[in-house]
Each structure stands twice: as C-alpha cells, then as structure tokens.
C-alpha cells in the first residue's frame, strides 16, 4: 500500500506537515557504527559526564519490585521532598517524564490557536519545536551581545501575547540575566502574561548573587521549570519539577498524563535531592573543566562566552567554519553540537566531561584547527 496517498485524506495540520523535528545532539552509538571507532565522547547534551548519585541507583533498584504497579499521581514523596529542599508548598509544584513535557502542558493548558508566544532566537530548541506543534504563532527576538535582550521582548508583547518563554541561565549561551534586569522587565510584562522561567541549569548558577531565582519572585504569571537531567544525571530517566500557584498546577495536572513519571523515576528523584555529596564533587569538577575550556579557548583565539552551566558556547565566523570543525571532531569520535537548530549557524556548544574527556576534546581541536 502507498501511505503517502492516503495520508491526504487526513487533511494533517499544516504546522505539523511543516514541523522541524527535534534532532537531539548525535548518541555515541550512531557515531561509532558511522565512523568505525572503538571509543567516543559525548559532549554535546549537556549531560552530567560523572554518572549518577549512588543513592539515586539504590532508590531506583530498590523501587523496581513495585513496577508491576501504576505509579502515585501526585508523586507525593518526590513533591514532598520537593517541597522540603525548596521551602515550598506541596500545593506549588508539578512532576513529570522531563522538564520539557512540563512546557508541552503548559502550551496545552493554557494557549488559545489564535494566542501569540515570545522568546529569543538563540534559545532552547525544545520551545520551538512545541510551539510549533502546537500552531501557535510564536514571535523570536534576537539575542543581544548573546544575552536574552528583555526589554525588546517586553517591546514585542501585543494584545495577543500570552507566553513569554525564559531561560536562565541560557541554552546554549550559558550566560544568564540578573535581578536587576529580570526586575526592570518584569514591570513591562502585563499579568496575564504568562511567563514561563526555565531553569534546568539552576543548580550551576544558584550560587551568584545577582542571579534572580524564580522562587523568590511571587508574581502569579510565572512558571519556574527545572530538572533532574542536568546536575543531577538522570537526562536518561526523565524527571522534570515546576513550580506555580496552585490554580495553575490544578489546571495542568488536568491535562498532564495522570502516571508520569515513573515510579522509578520519583524515587530516583527523592533520592537524588538528598545526595549532596554527589551533587557537590560534581558542581566543582564542572568549575574546573569550564576553566580548563576557557584556557584552551584562549591559547587557539577562539572566542567564546563565559559560562554559569555545565557548558561553553563558542564562535566563529560562519556556519560552513562550525560544520568543518564538528565534522573533523566527530572523525576523532568526539561529539559537540553546532548550534543552526538553536539559530547561531556560527556557533558550537560543548558540554563539560570529564577532565581526561576535556582534554582529550581541546587537544582534537587544536588539532583539527
Ligand atoms: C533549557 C533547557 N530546558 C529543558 C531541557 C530539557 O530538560 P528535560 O530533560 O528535563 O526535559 C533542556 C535540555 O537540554 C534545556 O537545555
């Protein structure tokens, strides 16, 4: 049977025909089976190149003679120990299979067809390939000096605006914006816009003081995203939190899938946010690997920005430059992500590993230069 005949009878939405899909950084598997190589490094996902916690793995083993049976709705101990970490009411807080199933809710949850959404060119890839699917029109301001430029997003907001999507600190620049700015904008922002704070590398940057964590804002219109895929290792388990007033997370748990996540991922969860040992040797390590980029950055001239996350991006001069440079890496067996999906051609973003991993990447590119 030919399909692509039939298919036309389905009258498909346009904006689906249309969509991008979401191409994730490359696995080692594809690149090893590609090029024929025995041993490559992965450090294009922003994944934590250590593993994961201890207590996390015992959690997830011990919960696994429960699989047999569906998963708590509520996530009541994740939300609890939530709930405890954060100093926040159980009644504020959402789980799901990743933080980016959390915006897909919030789009469904809240967004009209005719309903118009922000955010910059130069972000998280993820957001735009669910506003997409979900037909909305969504309007992209270009990035200032690489930053998120907040007054001219709050310039674009129109009557038809209803969601402001934020990244802080950003993907894939690893810069963020500081209190003093998120401030000024939030005066701009009319409150029933809604604004969603994403912060999946939250746990990299907390300590800054001019950082302007979302929970200490208590403005109704926003929506914190944060993760267990990052800090914590878990990107495989899929685990994500937000953070609402309860008349919000009431409506989203009506449209989220009822059994997400999983019961080994919410004990994973729980156990996760008690290992701060774990979480600790990681964060530090981190800090050495972005120092010893910025150092092999500096000795090959190659311009970059400077990072509160487990990544650097890196610039160059065209979009033909990035392909030639990912290329030559990945004959090397070293994976990083040209960034032409995140709408910097021109641009790669390299994850932090570990320190053999660093430096095996910066002498290939010194090399490969
Ligand atoms: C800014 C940002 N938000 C969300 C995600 C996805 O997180 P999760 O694995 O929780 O869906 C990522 C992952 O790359 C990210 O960079």
Known sequence: MDKSKNLNIFSIPRNIIELEPYKPGRTIEEIKREYGLNKVIKLASNENPLGVSPLAIQAMFASINQINRYPDITSSL????????????????????????????????????????????????????????????????????YRFDLNAIAN?????????????????????????????????????????????????????????????????????????????????????????NPEFIKLMMKVKLPFEPGIPQQAAGVAALSDKQFLDYYLEMNRTGREYFYDCYNKLGIEYIKSDTNFVMSIFDSEDRVINITEKLLRKGIIVRPLKAFRL?????????????????????????
């Open 78 to 145: 994740l939300c609890a120990k939530l709930s405890e970490v954060f100093n926040i009411s159980i009644d504020n807080i959402i789980t799901a299979h990743g933080s980016e199933a959390i915006i897909q809710v919030i789009m469904r949850t809240f967004l009209l067809e005719t309903d118009e959404v922000i955010t910059a060119s130069g972000t998280f890839v993820g957001f735009y390939v669910i506003a997409q699917a979900r037909g909305v029109r969504m309007k992209l301001v270009p990035l200032k000096d």
């Open 156 to 244: 674009a907001i129109t009557e038809k605006t209803k969601l402001i999507y934020l990244v802080n600190p950003n993907s894939p620049t690893g810069n963020y914006f500081t209190k003093t700015e998120f401030g000024e904008f939030l005066k701009l922002v009319p409150e029933n816009v809604l604004i969603i704070l994403d912060e999946a590398y939250f746990e990299f940057v907390k300590e800054r003081d001019d950082f302007p964590d979302s929970l200490n804002y208590s403005h109704n219109n926003i929506i914190t995203l944060r993760t267990f895929s990052k800090a914590y290792g878990l990107a495989g388990m899929r685990i994500g939190y937000g953070f609402a």
């Open 345 to 369: 051609p021109h641009c790669i973003r390299v994850t932090v590993g570990l320190p053999e991993e660093n430096e095996i990447y910066c002498k290939a590119l010194q090399n490969v230069l």
